[in-house]
Each structure stands twice: as structure tokens, then as C-alpha cells.
DNA sequence: GGGTCTGATGTCAGCGACTGACATCGGTCG
DNA sequence: CGACCGATGTCAGTCGCTGACATCAGACCC
């Protein structure tokens, strides 16, 4: 398909995150990444959206999955079933943690992308509203219950990359859930 | 002070609302707006860091005031706190509806304008977390005091301008914080 | 009143993100 | 082998945004 080498997009994000992480976002330009990836400035732009995009490219992915698991789930519609979607997210989708680590890293550095970050969580939260709402939960507790099973995802997110234990998203993941569950038990979220 | 005319920042913010709600977001150059404003393009961007701050511009002095007002809330920190201070900002803050539904308009249009918009509210969530800490409540009941109040707001905000009643946002954020305090009362929020 | 100082504005040059239009190459299929 | 198609290259251009420096209006001082 290509025209030399195959693989284009996975070569542009890797040149990307070489130069995000040693240079800074800001210091890098498009034209240095298509360059290191033997590619073409325009044909960066043909395979992502943004220069920041690159960091994120995937995460439709990952909720779509989110969104089939809730769907699909054995559990009634509430904070279990989101829970459970995360783990299985979690086994399923994730890089390495090296790669989430420098990724965050990255990220942290800079406020574009910090928004960026946010704006994608925020519709992962909306998507899972969605399907709780379909699944028949009323309009508020689906919604606080896809926002606090995303704000237990960013705890559990952001103590796997900073564990130097190395645990498992997934055992952060039930960690950070079980507190969640217990701080919210009486009222009861759908769960 | 100014070289000419006097105001130069609310002439640019003037500008740029009726090019964005004209012609669009996108459709408007920096240039234009500095024209009708009878500035300069370099100008412009001494008053706002970017086109997109135009419409955010103030939201700091919202968020300023919102802080001050749950640290020095007579209430205990909780909800209670974030849903007065909310009532309070209502009447001393937000311009006519007219300004924020035209605003409103313009950003729900545009995908970038929205990215910030979401990001403004998150810092806003972060700021009442971090006083309702500082006031001493838990973390992770700050935390959901900060996200719930914010969200009641955003649904009594999207309420109040596109009530054709002509209600007071005031009166907005009361019915809004009343049906999430039902929801919630079991769980506690500090409040 | 005239000189000076300061803050806001103007001017200019330039970088880099992003886009549209069109050419070109590699592989696929008949 | 030739038509076809999808991915890439090339080119030119717009626009957001910035740094450096000049300039102007008013405030202050004498």
C-alpha cells in the first residue's frame, strides 16, 4: 500500500513521541517528525488530525470499547458495569506502561494538550452516559455514574504510571473502584 | 491611555462576537476582527493570548470569585458551600442572556471552542476542590462536591439560556441544586 | 509651557500549523 | 500488459501567533 516502507502511521506517532519527549511539543515541528519518519509533512497531516492528536489517536477506540462492554454487560446499568468495562479495557487496549508514562509526561508539560486530555475524557464520560441512559438508568444518576467511573479511571490511570512496583492497571483499576463504591455505597448509583 | 479611543478591550471582544456569531468561528481571521475594532492584529493579541480566549476572557474572575466565596462560606464545606457560591456569582457575575446564548451558539458550534470550554470548567471543578480541602473536607468528597456543583451549574446554565421564560440563572441554579441534592442526599457530600 | 517618562499601540518580518489542488508512484486486478 | 486506485509527494497559500523595534498620547515634573 505504501509507497515505501510499510506502516506510516505507527512510524509517524513513534518520531513523534521520540521528539514530544526529548524536545518538548512545542519544540517540535511537524515537518522534523515527517522527516524522522521518512515521511512528508503533508502526509502527517493526512493520517492525524492535529499535531496533538498523535498522543491521543486510539482513544475512540478505547471507548468504543468501554461503550460495547457497558452495553453488553451482564451487570445492571450502573457504576459495576462501567467498572467492569474499564478492566476489561484495561487488559485489552493499553500500551505498555513505559509508553503511558513518557506519553504522560509529555502531557503534563503542556496545557494544549492537558485540554486536549480533558476534552476526550469528558466524551468518554458523555458516550457511557449514553449507554446507561439506553440501558434504561434515568438521566442523573447515568451521568454521575459514567463520571465517577472516568474520575476512578483517572485515579487508577495515574497510579499506574507512577507505581514503581509496576502493578497492573487492572489491579489499580479494581483498587481504585472499590474506593469509589465504598465512598458512594448509600447513594447507590445504579450499582 | 488608549491611543485613540478608550476600551479597546471590550471593543475587540464586541468585534469578534458579532464576526463569530455572523460568519463563524472558523470564517473570522484574527485581522477582521481587529479592523472592525479599529485596532490592530498585534493588538489583539496583547488583550487575548488567542482567538478562542475572546469568549472565555473572565472566566478567572468567575473562578475567583467562586473560590472566595466557599472559603468564606458561613455554610459547612460541601455542596452547600459550591451551591451558594454558584447563587451568589449568578447575580454579580453573568452578562445578559442575550450575550450568553449568542455566545453559547458560537461555541456549540465549534469543536475548539468547546475543547476550552471544558477545560475552563474543569479548572473551575479543581479550584473549589482544592478550598473545600483547604476548609477540610476529605478528598475525595471535595473532589465530588466540586464535579457535582459544576454540574448542576452547567445544567442550570444550558437551562437559562434557552428558557424562553426569561428565568433568572439565580432561580436556574436553585432548581438545579435542589433536584441534586435529592439525588445525593443519601451519599453525604459534606453537605 | 516644555521636557520626560511610561504604557498602549503600530509596523514589520518571520515561523509554523494546516489546507487545497494536482502530480506521481506502487501495487492490484482483469 | 494496461487500467485503476490508494497512498504519498509537491507546491502554493492562508492564517494564527510572536519578537523586536518604532511611535504616539497622556501623566508627571519642573
Given at each position: ?15 513523534a513521541?521520540d521528539l514530544y519527549a526529548e524536545y518538548g511539543f512545542d519544540q517540535t515541528t511537524v515537518a522534523e517528525i ?17 499535531k ?54 509529555v502531557?503534563?508539560a503542556n ?81
Open positions: 500500500m505504501g509507497r515505501w516502507e510499510p506502516n506510516a502511521q505507527s512510524r509517524l506517532r513513534q518520531a513521541m515527517a522527516e524522522r519518519a521518512g515521511l512528508t509533512e503533508r502526509t502527517f497531516f493526512r493520517h492525524f488530525t492535529d496533538r492528536e498523535v498522543l491521543f489517536a486510539g482513544s475512540e477506540r478505547l471507548q468504543e470499547m468501554l461503550v460495547e462492554s457497558v452495553a453488553g454487560s451482564s451487570r445492571p446499568a450502573g457504576l459495576d458495569a462501567v467498572a467492569d468495562a474499564f478492566e476489561r479495557a484495561a487488559e485489552h487496549y493499553f500500551p505498555p506502561v513505559e509508553y503511558s508514562r513518557q506519553r504522560q509526561t502531557i503534563d496545557p494544549a494538550l492537558q485540554e486536549r486530555e480533558i476534552a476526550k475524557l469528558h466524551r468518554v464520560a458523555a458516550a457511557l452516559t449514553e449507554v446507561l441512559r439506553a440501558r434504561g438508568l434515568d438521566d442523573p444518576a447515568a451521568a454521575l455514574a459514567a463520571e465517577a467511573g472516568v474520575a476512578a479511571f483517572k485515579v487508577a490511570f495515574a497510579r499506574w504510571v507512577s507505581d514503581p512496583a509496576g502493578g497492573a492497571l487492572a489491579d489499580h483499576l479494581r483498587e481504585s473502584f472499590i474506593g469509589l463504591r465504598a465512598l458512594l455505597a448509600p447513594a447507590r448509583l445504579g450499582s
